[in-house]
T-cell receptor, first 113, second 112 residues
Framework: DGGITQSPKYLFRKEGQNVTLSCEQN?????MYWYRQDPGQGLRLIYY???????QKGDIAEGYSVSREKKESFPLTVTSAQKNPTAFYLC????????????FGQGTRLTVV | GQNIDQPTEMTATEGAIVQINCTYQ??????LFWYQQHAGEAPTFLSY????GLEEKGRFSSFLSRSKGYSYLLLKELQMKDSASYLC?????????????FGKGTKLSVIP
């Protein structure tokens, strides 16, 4: 079945450690996005990518990094520079044209302990 | 950049109709989306508007006025399972790319 997969679903990290969140899609979508959601809040854009080996910063990119070495994969690294990393992280993908909906993965809930 | 505004919370009665408004200010526009999100889950797609007018899909309808920077989502025959957050999102074209920006969402509570 086609879809977008995020792993792990729950992740715990010690302060000062980097952690990488996985996002894989087999929908043959060109565009991929990473969002952060805090309790009771909307989705804020961290990074997005339209093609392989190219990505752009969103509204809250500081403390995060991404790579897009393959069309299917768009991992997000939460670095130690991110001062408040505890949040719900959502990955999405959409076709290049932008005229159809974005499909979301099930999310990763990151908690810093 | 984008500025997308929605009411924070709304309450409506089971069986009734509710309208959730969204206003946006953007330098470019490539469509407006509505998503539903239940607590702790990923958003799911409800509707897409790129031209002015009303799009109907079962109990859900969405309206767009590009000149006014305004959209609404209309939910009819409300059911308890419609209690969720409703997110308005705008696709903005950029330099060879598209940015999908969300509003903060409207939390809808359906009461008996």
């Amino acid at each position: 079945d086609g879809g977008i997969t995020q792993s792990p679903k729950y992740l715990f990290r010690k302060e000062g450690q980097n952690v990488t969140l996985s996002c894989e899609q087999n929908l043959n979508h060109d565009a991929m996005y990473w969002y952060r959601q805090d309790p009771g809040q909307g989705l804020r854009l961290i990074y997005y990518s339209q093609i392989v080996n190219d990505f752009q910063k969103g509204d809250i990119a500081e403390g995060y990094s991404v790579s897009r070495e393959k069309k299917e994969s768009f991992p997000l690294t939460v670095t130690s520079a991110q001062k408040n990393p505890t949040a719900f992280y959502l990955c999405a993908s959409s076709p290049w044209t932008g005229r159809t909906e974005a499909f979301f993965g099930q999310g990763t809930r990151l908690t810093v302990v | 950049g984008q500025n997308i505004d929605q009411p924070t919370e709304m309450t409506a009665t089971e069986g009734a109709i509710v309208q959730i408004n969204c206003t946006y200010q953007t330098s470019g526009f490539n469509g407006l989306f509505w998503y539903q999100q239940h607590a702790g889950e990923a958003p799911t797609f409800l509707s897409y508007n790129v031209l002015d007018g009303l799009e109907e899909k079962g109990r859900f309808s969405s309206f767009l006025s590009r000149s006014k920077g305004y959209s609404y989502l209309l939910l009819k025959e409300l059911q308890m399972k419609d209690s969720a957050s409703y997110l308005c999102a705008v696709m903005e074209p950029g330099a060879g790319s598209y940015q999908l920006t969300f509003g903060k969402g409207t939390k809808l509570s359906v009461i008996p």
